[in-house]
């Protein structure tokens, strides 16, 4: 059974943003939520993915084929305070 909950990213309390690789296989499933030791993270497309750390130490992982956009956009929220 498949079901969807969504999911909010606090960015007021996001400490860290970089661009990263989310995987180095060629082949990853779609997958969202997927909580890893203290790392959620969210696969669409693409080998690029946004790493964002939060205050608490806990990271998201969010795979993207338009990484530098993502980053673009989340750096102007985050520090624009």
Known sequence: MIS?????????????????????????????????????????GGKDAVRLTDKEGLTYLIGTSKADDLLSTIENIIYKK
Do not use: C, M, Q, W
């Open 4 to 44: 969807t909950r969504l999911v909010k990213i606090d960015l007021s309390g996001i400490t860290k943003a970089e661009k990263t690789i989310y995987s180095n296989y060629h082949l990853n499933p779609p997958a969202f939520n997927v909580h890893v030791a203290k790392t959620i993270k969210f696969y669409s």
